[in-house]
């Protein structure tokens, strides 16, 4: 849990202040790894989008030259039906990231609002924590099994398991956002001022807990994308004959031995992808979370050789240390994924 | 344990304490496994009632026997009302019953029972694998932060969550088992009646499953290793004359440990999931392939049984994971 009077230190000893868009920009300028990581994302996302107005057909057929390998023609070679695997690895993106993106939608905004709550009002907090707990147990695979095989396997299926689960994961970060912005005296403030409780808690407290609902949804994106590979992978997402990595992968399996491109390719896409989400999720938590910000800081001092035996000889002197904003704001690790 | 009693100082508890600390957190672990398995059950329950006309029929296909579709109505305990069905269920369920599989002729607890060994072995395996990488890599991380090694591992570990433990175990069978012919691609010997004979069975899935667990541990143990060397108590231990490394060792480590138990405990449900597909591409005959196994047949109490099973197990991990943070670490108070 979240030691709201602790908040206070770890503000004064974030090593950079100013206003959250200010924080941001700086952090484009300096931050290589999140400049790069989105727009390699972005260029993913484009090319997902565009690419298919100007590759073959992913559908059309061809036996005659079925498993090619990759070559000038088929950049990634053919599959099973000669159908083209470049064209169906583009059109499996669309399927994959579009899942992806719509679960972290849904599971970010039940999250959100469900954390919010629990953490503002105190009455509700005990029964839905015990509720996300019980949630956070259902294995993600079996609740997607069990409605795939009730309901066919389908995108909606895949859609409603997967933000179920999710859910909690978010919910839990918030609430204990919201726990320690809750104690703050600009709530204080409008309490005394006679704001209502739901004004309070949309007009004061979510644009605090958004920044970090924002990562935290980033980061679900990449646990999504896996999940839903494996669940695709099993035949138990979106089905053939439209293409998602997981089921491309799937259906390469039984010619993986002469054609491996067919399960390497789509595999390496995965991979990538949630690399990057994962990338963009870490060094975006450092823009909105103190408490990463400093560790983040104390690692490169490290990495750098200004490791804390330096900090101690500044000590000894007597003088203020140099690294001294590294103070630890001692909120324990908790409610991460 | 080593660096406890360098810790930052806490208003320390009585041993004699401790017995009524743990018998509250068994009394509210207790509380939380019945809303666990409540939630979970009465989830399941209404999904199989959820299905759009007589679920009897959807299972047995178009133009069952009449009998046969009695009986089978009769062992989803489709009778009555809804809220009849559902406590008579619950009666069922408190009574330790889960039913009787359709396709396995037999308990649904027994079936159970026989497919757990392949399942925990490969859980406990792979934890405890991926959990003793972790503490070897920050170990020598900690006390090396500037080596190669160290930047190595720090590049290297996000992208061990990035893979897809389905695609590793495949890219491995086209390598070790296709192409190499090292290792067998597929089938299972039990540990315990040939231990010797079940470890080249094993050490695909294994290796596959810790990759992105050893991943995650690492990651852990680093953030916490780095949150624990800003403490105060670091300087007097420096002081005293000890390394770098002997700080790292006896106190930062030690310390630094209690994090990943808490992530073992959440991330159970990860690694159940990882379990299943490993279990489906390696033909290993597990809870995993019993469940996929069940869905293909459509055996909804058997189903039902593992889906509860697995939330038992989900619990039962956490309730040992918060009574080895009490028995390791004295300054733990339960809040």
């Known amino acids: 849990m979240t030691s709201p009077v602790l908040e206070p230190v770890a503000e004064l000893a974030a090593p950079s202040r100013g206003s959250l868009s200010h924080r941001l920009r700086r952090a484009v300028r300096r931050n290589r790894v999140l400049t790069v990581g989105t727009l390699l994302l972005g260029l993913i996302v484009v090319m997902v989008i565009v690419l298919p107005f100007f590759l073959p057909s992913s559908t059309a057929t061809d036996p005659a030259n079925r498993l090619l390998a990759p070559s000038g023609e088929h950049l990634l070679g053919t599959d099973l039906y000669g159908r083209d ?5 583009v059109e499996g993106g669309r399927a994959s990231l579009g899942m992806a993106v719509l679960i972290t939608l849904c599971a970010g905004t039940a999250g959100m609002m469900i954390g919010m709550i629990s953490g503002y009002f105190r009455a509700a907090d005990a029964i839905l924590m015990r509720v996300m707990d019980a949630w956070m147990a259902f294995p993600g695979i079996i609740l997607a099994t069990a409605l795939a095989v009730a309901f066919g396997a389908s995108m909606w299926t895949v859609l409603t398991a997967l933000s179920v689960i999710f859910t909690p994961f978010v919910a839990r970060v918030i609430r204990s956002r919201v726990l320690g912005v809750a104690t703050k005296s600009f709530i204080e403030a409008a309490r005394v001022s006679g704001m209502g409780r739901w004004k309070i808690l949309f007009v004061h407290i979510f644009p605090n807990v958004l920044p970090l609902a924002v990562v935290q949804v980033i980061i679900l994106a990449a646990a999504a994308m896996l999940i839903d590979g494996a669940l695709s992978f099993l035949g138990l997402g979106i089905a053939p004959p439209t293409p998602t990595w997981g089921n491309m992968i799937a259906e390469g399996r039984a010619y ?33 979370d ?6 983040s800081e104390l690692q490169r001092l490290r990495a750098r050789g200004q490791g804390p035996r330096r900090r101690q000889a500044n000590d000894a002197d007597g003088a203020e240390p140099r690294t001294g904003e590294l103070k630890q704001p001692a909120e324990p690790i908790d409610e991460r994924i | ?22 018998t509250g957190l068994l009394f509210r672990r207790l509380r939380d496994l019945i809303i666990i398995l409540l939630v979970v059950g009465t989830m399941m329950f209404f999904i199989i009632r959820l299905i759009p ?13 009449p009998q046969e579709l009695a009986n089978l109505r009769d062992a989803l305990g489709l009778d009555g009302s809804l809220l009849q069905q559902y406590f008579a269920w619950l009666g069922q369920v408190v009574t330790g019953n889960l039913g009787q599989s359709i396709t396995h002729h037999d308990s649904v607890l027994s079936v159970i029972g026989r497919h757990i060994a392949p399942t925990l072995t490969l859980a406990v395996l792979s934890t405890s694998i991926s959990f003793c990488i972790a503490v070897a890599i920050t170990t020598w991380n900690t006390v090396r932060p500037r080596g190669i090694l160290s930047r190595m591992v720090n590049q290297m570990a996000p992208l061990g969550m990035a893979i897809p433990d389905f695609w590793s175990s495949l890219m491995f069978i086209l390598i070790f088992a296709l192409t190499l012919r090292w290792l067998p691609s597929s089938g299972y010997t039990n540990l315990f009646s040939d231990p010797i004979g079940a470890i080249p069975g094993l050490v695909l899935p294994v290796t596959a499953l810790v990759i992105g667990q050893s991943a995650l541990y690492t990651l852990v143990l680093r953030e916490s290793v780095l949150s ?9 231990a420096r002081n005293k004359g000890l390394s770098e490394s002997q700080v790292a060792i006896r106190h930062v480590l030690p310390n630094a440990l209690m994090p990943i138990l808490t992530i073992v405990g959440t991330n159970f449900a990860v690694l159940v999931g990882g379990i299943v597909i490993i279990e489906s591409i390696f033909v290993i005959p597990g809870l995993g392939s019993l469940l996929l196994g069940a869905i293909h047949t459509r055996d909804f109490p058997l189903i039902q049984g593992i889906t ?5 197990l989900f619990v039962l991990v956490n309730l040992i994971v918060d009574l080895s943070y009490t028995l390791i670490d004295p300054k733990v108070r339960v809040s």
């Open chain 2, 53 to 65: 006309g007589d679920p009897a029929v959807a299972i047995l296909g178009a133009n069952p026997q």
């Open chain 2, 228 to 236: 624990e060397l800003s403490h105060a108590y670091l300087r007097t």
């Open chain 1, 85 to 89: 695997v470049l064209s169906r690895l």
């Open chain 2, 1 to 22: 344990m080593a660096g406890v009693d360098s810790a930052p100082a806490t208003p320390y508890d009585s041993t004699g304490k401790k017995g009524l600390v743990v």
């Open chain 2, 308 to 312: 509860l099973f697995v939330a038992l």
């Open chain 1, 256 to 288: 993986m031995h002469d054609a491996p491109w067919l399960v390497i390719v789509p595999g390496l896409a995965i991979i990538m992808c949630v690399y990057l989400f994962n990338l963009v999720g870490a060094s975006l938590r450092l823009v909105v």
């Open chain 1, 290 to 295: 103190p408490r990463s910000r400093t560790l």
